[in-house]
Nanobody, 115 residues
Framework: QVHLVESGGGLVQAGGSLRLSCAAS????????MGWYRQAPGKQRDLVAT???????NYADSVKGRFTISRDIAKDTVYLQMNSLKPEDTAVYYC?????????WGQGTQVTVSS
């Protein structure tokens, strides 16, 4: 069980950058994996990036080379650095933590990219 709180969303112009933060209520080492997902209006929630307990990362093809997931274990925080943002990146971004086979979600933070 973990509570997740995202922050860092906002309005940014195309080509700009944002860094999202996900603060966890417990050690992120207790999670099998953590990640970021996003959901645009009228669409399903899609994977953006994940990081495992061991530090392995995975990215959706649409964000490879632009987004970077990272973590600060001491701060119980996972980050998503978002560069070269595109209007297609506009969505609510959700932090996810997997403990055993259970997924936990934050409340989401809105990212809007204007053209």
């Amino acid at each position: 069980q973990v509570h997740l709180v995202e922050s860092g969303g906002g309005l940014v112009q195309a080509g700009g950058s944002l860094r999202l933060s996900c603060a966890a209520s417990r050690s992120i080492f207790s999670c099998n994996a953590m990640g970021w997902y996003r959901q645009a209006p009228g669409k399903q929630r899609d994977l953006v990036a994940t990081i495992t307990r061991g530090g392995s990362t995975n990215y959706a093809d649409s964000v490879k080379g632009r987004f970077t997931i990272s973590r600060d274990i001491a701060k119980d925080t996972v980050y998503l650095q978002m560069n070269s943002l595109k209007p297609e990146d506009t969505a609510v971004y959700y932090c996810n933590a997997q403990i055993s086979l259970i997924d936990y979600w934050g409340q989401g933070t809105q990212v809007t990219v204007s053209s």
